[in-house]
């Protein structure tokens, strides 16, 4: 049985919502868990499918986990498996966060590749390159990546791209590698602010945390820690961009608006009212129709991949013409073709695309292909005439908790529908 959502158009979306922990964070901190023996508590952890599937690839190395409403517990043993590679972790990407924390502590790991967001070419080779450069040696044999060593010793490392997972993954093994690594053109995304914290409070000893330059004075061992998640700056971007395309009055709490300040001013230039309450979260209202803005992807603190397709959609409602330039994932614009559908008069070329502007779009059945994308479709058709039939809503379920409930709550009108799907 599939589920897909109907989406009545011509909400206007008022009232205040409550962002939870990062979806991109959490994961990673499940895994760094991996690091000390013992209990492990994360809190402010998001209710979305993605949180058991990696309590699954956990346990499969023999962790404990258990999860209880916003909260994880992970029991570590001291002896852990170093193959993991259960049919949880082809589900998710952040499973290929559990390579760096078992090459520190069993100098060895079978780590199955991971699935995730069908998003572009998503490879590893960074990943491998940086545990090579600390001593490891690492191949992929028959759908895993494979790596061993003697010992890990401190490195200084170089990254070609500011890579999140890379830098989490070097970051977890050299935090208990002998002597001092230097990782360059390091991530600088919060969520690796997020896990250097909890890291530290776990007896790791790093520095440079949200710079281009992290570095890691490895320690024998870590302990455990209680760690809470910090908030999850894509889902609040989501709702400033659902604010901003409904005309509506929204006020979003449990998130940092530090992380969307570049986000906030391109909604401020589509005309948005912004106001922003430090450290916890911002109001934004969207007197009239949105004017067009360009956006162009790039590591934080540039405008987000993930929120490409909220760019795109914004702009298919808004007054004029917008160029959208995605330089992280190419595959990102297959989202276009699904707004194509909904009358959006959009076109791409390479890794830009161009969006006129209409009135309204109109509604068709669409498909998500991944979470961002999914969520996207979902605002696009409070926008549009009639009802729009959002299909493939699994991605959407693994990374917004309660999307429909809080939607409904704020004004809209979706509902939740279990059939089978019929596509021409
Ligand atoms: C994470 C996020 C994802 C987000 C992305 C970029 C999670 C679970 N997912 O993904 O939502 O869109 O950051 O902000 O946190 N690359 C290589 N070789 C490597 C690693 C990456 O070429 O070894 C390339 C990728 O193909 C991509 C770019 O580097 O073009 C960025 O990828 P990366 O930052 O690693 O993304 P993820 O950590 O997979």
Not at 255 to 284: S, Y
Not at 333 to 352: K, N, S
Request: aromatic letters at 4%; one cysteine or more; proline letters at 4%.
């Amino acid at each position: 049985m599939s589920e897909h959502f109907d989406v009545h158009g011509g909400a206007r979306l008022v009232g205040e919502v409550e962002v939870v922990g990062a979806k991109n964070s959490v994961l990673k901190l499940m895994a760094a868990a991996l690091l000390a023996e013992g209990t492990t508590t994360i809190t402010n952890c998001p209710q979305i499918l993605d949180v058991p599937l990696m309590a699954d690839v956990l346990r499969s190395v023999g962790c404990e986990v258990k999860l209880d409403g916003d909260t994880a517990h992970i029991t570590t043993p001291s002896e852990l498996s170093h193959r993991a590679d259960s049919p949880a972790m082809g589900k998710l990407r952040a499973s290929v966060c559990v390579l760096g924390p078992l090459v520190g502590r069993l100098k060895k790991a079978v780590v199955a590749l991971p699935g995730g967001d069908a998003i572009g070419s998503r490879p590893l080779d960074m990943h491998q390159n940086g545990l090579r450069k600390l001593g490891a040696t690492s191949t992929i044999e028959h759908g895993c990546v494979v790596a061993e060593a003697d010992g890990l010793h401190g490195a200084q490392i170089w990254l070609d791209f500011p890579s999140v997972g890379a830098t989490e993954n070097i970051l977890m093994a050299a935090v208990l590698a002998e002597g001092t690594t230097v990782i360059d053109n390091a991530a600088r995304e919060p969520e690796i602010v997020d896990i250097c914290t909890m890291l530290t409070e776990m007896g790791a000893k790093i520095e440079g945390a949200g710079t281009s330059t992290l570095t890691v004075q490895g320690v024998e061992s870590l302990h455990p820690t209680e760690h809470r998640v910090i908030g999850d700056r894509i889902v609040g971007a989501t709702w400033a961009f659902a604010a901003a395309m409904t005309r509506g009055d929204l006020t979003v709490t449990g998130v940092n608006p530090h992380h969307l300040e570049l986000v906030l001013e391109k909604l401020r230039l589509a005309g948005a009212d912004v106001t922003t309450f430090d450290g916890k979260g911002f109001r934004i209202v969207q007197p009239e129709r949105p004017r067009s803005v360009d956006f162009v992807t790039l590591p934080y603190p540039g405008f987000a991949t993930d929120l490409q397709p909220f760019a795109v959609a914004l702009s298919s409602v808004s007054e004029g013409t917008s160029m959208i330039t995605e330089n992280v994932y190419e595959a990102r614009f297959r989202f276009i073709e699904e707004m194509v559908r909904l009358g959006a008069d959009a076109r791409t070329d390479g890794h830009h695309a161009v969006v006129r502007g209409v009135e309204k779009l109109s509604s068709a059945p669409v498909w998500a292909s991944d979470i961002r994308a999914g969520a996207g479709l979902v605002l696009a058709g409070l926008c549009a005439d009639g009802v729009t039939e959002v299909w493939d809503v699994f991605h959407i379920d693994r990374g917004y908790p309660h999307f429909v409930e809080n939607l409904n709550r704020l004004g809209a009108r979706i509902e939740r529908v279990a059939t089978e799907p019929e596509r021409a």
